[in-house]
T-cell receptor
Framework: DAEITQSPRHKITETGRQVTLACHQT?????MFWYRQDLGHGLRLIHY???????NKGEVSDGYSVSRSNTEDLPLTLESAASSQTSVYFC???????????FGPGTRLTVL | AQSVTQPDIHITVSEGASLELRCNYS??????LFWYVQSPGQGLQLLLK??????LVQGIKGFEAEFKRSQSSFNLRKPSVHWSDAAEYFC?????????????FGTGTLLAVQP
């Protein structure tokens, strides 16, 4: 069965370190998204991609970057982790124009 | 600006009671509407979606939702809640193609179920 996976599931890092969160989908979807989930804010879009070599900023993109070198993967990089980036991160993908997205299990990131 | 409002942050219902979770949206074009459920420690799972046609849509786990354009609402209902329905529920709005492939999520409603 097709799926979307994230790794690691839990990560503890220190302020200032670079961190990369992996997202891999086997749906062969063109569209991929990264969200962060924080209490009282729901899900907020960080970055998204509509295909290989395409990346776009979402509403909370500062301090994050993504790259899309193939259809299956959209890694999220925190260039210099900050305590404000402690959150749960979700990756999602969608295949067509109607917007339905499929979500990964999430990565809980703690920045100390 | 496009937005989704879920006015109830937390709701508690008794097992077997009926449930209605509210969702209001602001969207310039014809919206595509979704309800997702998130169990503790899990990702989001799609419950149901509305694209067009019949304004009452059926989803998984016995849930349904009704699209009311005049009220800009897409409320989620279930006639009899089970303890396993305890979770967080998110309403989302999106559109067709291009930049509108993005979804805008509400802040969620946390449902607790009393025995």
């Amino acid at each position: 069965d097709a799926e979307i996976t994230q790794s690691p599931r839990h990560k503890i890092t220190e302020t200032g370190r670079q961190v990369t969160l992996a997202c891999h989908q086997t749906w062969n979807h063109n569209n991929m998204f990264w969200y962060r989930q924080d209490l009282g804010h729901g899900l907020r879009l960080i970055h998204y991609s509509y295909g290989v070599q395409d990346t776009n900023k979402g509403e909370v993109s500062d301090g994050y970057s993504v790259s899309r070198s193939n259809t299956e993967d959209l890694p999220l990089t925190l260039e210099s982790a900050a305590s404000s980036q402690t959150s749960v991160y979700f990756c999602a993908s969608s295949g067509g124009g109607l917007g339905e997205q499929f979500f990964g299990p999430g990565t809980r990131l703690t920045v100390l | 600006a496009q937005s989704v409002t879920q006015p109830d942050i937390h709701i508690t219902v008794s097992e077997g009671a009926s449930l209605e979770l509210r969702c209001n949206y602001s969207y310039g074009a014809t919206p595509y509407l979704f309800w997702y459920v998130q169990s503790p420690g899990q990702g989001l799972q799609l419950l149901l979606k509305y694209f067009s046609g019949d304004t009452l849509v059926q989803g998984i786990k016995g849930f349904e939702a009704e699209f009311k354009r005049s009220q800009s609402s897409f409320n989620l209902r279930k006639p009899s809640v089970h303890w396993s329905d305890a979770a967080e529920y998110f309403c989302a709005v999106g559109g067709y193609g291009g930049a509108t492939n993005k979804l805008i999520f509400g802040t969620g409603t946390l449902l607790a179920v009393q025995p």
